[in-house]
T-cell receptor
Framework: SAVISQKPSRDICQRGTSLTIQCQVD?????MFWYRQQPGQSLTLIAT?????????ESGFVIDKFPISRPNLTFSTLTVSNMSPEDSSIYLC????????????FGEGSRLTVL | AQSVTQLDSHVSVSEGTPVLLRCNYS??????LFWYVQHPNKGLQLLLK??????LVKGINGFEAEFKKSETSFHLTKPSAHMSDAAEYFC??????????FGSGTKLNVKP
């Protein structure tokens, strides 16, 4: 299993600002993902965070808006840039660990409200 | 291509009665299938998973699901609902564990 810590757990931000979300995992992981869950919606994959290289973004998500870093195996950041109210969502970090049979583990999420 | 359809956006049951949450999938390859639960203001927790072993899968908290290839279904069931089961449930499909596709979710309401 894995324990995933996300910071901040929630924040209220002003339009036009940027916020960085941190994700720290307590065990070795094979893959790290960032998801967005808009109010009342399901989860949408933003990108796969690759260690030491650029993240792999899904259709509709771009690096300029959602820059991602992953400097080592257990830590990643997601920045939401130049925020607008449409970015108000829960952002979830998710991982696959080396000692499991494929399932994803999730942090509790970062709930962002953009005014 | 892979996709998941959760047939009911809301399900309401009385405490002590059976729960059935329906999920159909589409996959070009042999899929792995998962059910996750999300309680309010919480992250997602794995309930159970199917990864090509036994087709009837037992999970936590008395939930189980049966993989039916002929029907492309992976419905989640529980014999007797408890108030603490009220949450949102997501069916997820994956091929090779590199990408995971989420259904739209089913909100389960449990009435006393």
């Amino acid at each position: 299993s894995a324990v995933i810590s996300q910071k901040p757990s929630r924040d209220i931000c002003q339009r036009g600002t940027s916020l960085t979300i941190q994700c720290q995992v307590d065990s070795q992981v094979t893959m790290m993902f960032w998801y967005r869950q808009q109010p009342g919606q399901s989860l949408t994959l933003i990108a796969t965070a690759n260690q030491g290289s650029e993240a792999t973004y899904e259709s509709g998500f771009v690096i300029d808006k959602f820059p991602i870093s992953r400097p080592n195996l257990t830590f990643s950041t997601l920045t939401v840039s130049n925020m607008s109210p449409e970015d108000s969502s829960i952002y979830l970090c998710s991982v696959r660990t080396v000692d499991t049979t494929g399932e994803l583990f999730f942090g509790e999420g970062s709930r962002l409200t953009v005014l | 291509a892979q996709s998941v359809t959760q047939l009911d956006s809301h399900v309401s049951v009385s405490e002590g009665t059976p729960v059935l949450l329906r999920c159909n999938y589409s996959s070009s390859y042999s899929p792995s299938l998962f059910w996750y639960v999300q309680h309010p203001n919480k992250g997602l927790q794995l309930l159970l998973k199917y990864t090509s072993a036994a087709t009837l899968v037992k999970g936590i908290n008395g939930f189980e699901a049966e993989f039916k290839k002929s029907e492309t279904s992976f419905h989640l069931t529980k014999p007797s609902a408890h108030m603490s089961d009220a949450a949102e449930y997501f069916c997820v499909v994956s091929v090779n564990f590199n990408k995971f596709y989420f259904g739209s979710g089913t909100k389960l309401n449990v009435k006393p």
